[in-house]
């Protein structure tokens, strides 16, 4: 049943790992969050690994409560059990694994690297720095630098940024290979906090994947473009040696469309009412991802089997 040959690819994971799932609670879960909790539980139990959950409401205005409970309720029900930050862990109140809860680490990082005098306040809007980039077609925007010398204050009220300094990062990914990025051309100057106080996405794994002491990074392949600057990030942190990471493939609609969280008919709540079992599921996600050739139930313990375990 294994397509994902654990030999070759374990030479390029740590021993007994540490990982994550961190979704954001500004949604229900769908079969694409489903597929890649396949990975990260099925990859850390082949490998004796522990498996943190961690809920990733930095964007105050996005996320909501009523989306965390059923996150938490839905991975019960999917029988995904994580060692650190459990569902009941996180209901009983504030949480070092649930970003909200965490400003302090956020402020402390960011004072640290304010003594690293690369950050600077920063007062454009999205709409100016798009206006400023031009068309870019599907590229990514790029921060173009207007206010890296104005002296503008690091306060509140204000966006704050990072230089990303010339040069690039080289990494392997445990699934993809050898990579090079650079965050200067990718993404210019990286925003860590958001005029409205809001941390940014890229500044809040960071400090969390440091902080809860993850070594591997399992996730979707949509966000490998991120891991240049995210290792760039932790270099400027402090953080000796970044985590390897693995990308793995999204899963896509029967169209070939990509997931959306309005995806209703991919929503594991909806499938729920529908009547699908857990391990239905599981499988589900399995197969849409390419691990199993064919839908098959699969339960939880099944999982590592699919990674050689
Ligand atoms: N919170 C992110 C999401 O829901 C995951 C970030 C990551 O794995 O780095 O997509």
């Not at 302090?104 to 304010?114: E, G, K, T, V």
């Not at 990072?162 to 050898?178: I, K, P, Q, S, Y």
């Not at 070594?215 to 760039?232: A, F, K, M, Y």
């Not at 849409?288 to 098959?296: C, H």
Request: net charge neutral.
């Amino acid at each position: 049943m294994a397509s994902l040959d654990l030999p070759p690819l374990r030479r390029r994971l740590p021993p007994r790992p540490i990982t994550r799932f961190a979704p954001s609670p500004t949604g229900f879960l769908h079969l694409g969050h489903v597929a890649n909790a396949v990975y990260v539980w099925g990859i850390a139990s082949a490998l004796g690994g522990r498996v943190l959950l961690r809920l990733e409401d930095h964007d105050r205005g996005r996320s909501r409560p009523e989306y965390e409970r059923a996150v938490l309720e839905d991975l019960e029900w999917l029988g995904l059990v994580p060692d650190v930050g459990t569902p009941a862990e996180l209901r009983h109140g504030p949480s070092p694994y649930r970003q909200s809860d965490c400003d302090d680490s956020f402020r402390a990082a960011l004072d640290a690297l304010i003594r690293t005098e690369w950050v600077y306040g920063c007062d454009c809007t999205r709409k100016e720095i798009a206006a400023e980039a031009g068309d870019l077609r599907n590229e990514e925007t790029r921060y173009p630098g207007r206010c890296r010398d104005r002296g503008l204050p690091v306060a509140e009220g204000q966006g704050i940024r990072v230089v990303m300094a010339e040069g690039a990062e080289t990494f392997t990914d445990a699934l993809l290979g050898a990579a090079t990025q650079s965050p200067a051309e990718q993404c210019g100057d990286l925003l860590l906090r958001d005029r409205t106080g809001n941390w940014t996405y890229q500044f809040a794994v960071v400090v969390d994947d440091q902080r809860h002491g993850v070594d591997l990074v399992v996730r979707g392949e949509d966000l490998v473009s991120s891991t240049g600057r995210q290792i760039r990030l932790a270099r400027m942190l402090g953080r000796a040696r970044p985590p390897v990471f693995l990308h793995h493939p999204l899963i896509r609609r029967p169209d070939g469309a990509k997931l959306s969280k309005s995806s209703g008919d991919t929503g594991v709540r909806e499938l729920r009412r529908a009547g699908a079992s857990p391990g239905k599921v599981l499988g589900q996600a399995a197969w849409l991802t390419g691990l199993i050739e064919r839908p098959a139930e699969l339960s939880p313990a099944a999982l590592p089997s699919l990674f050689g375990g």
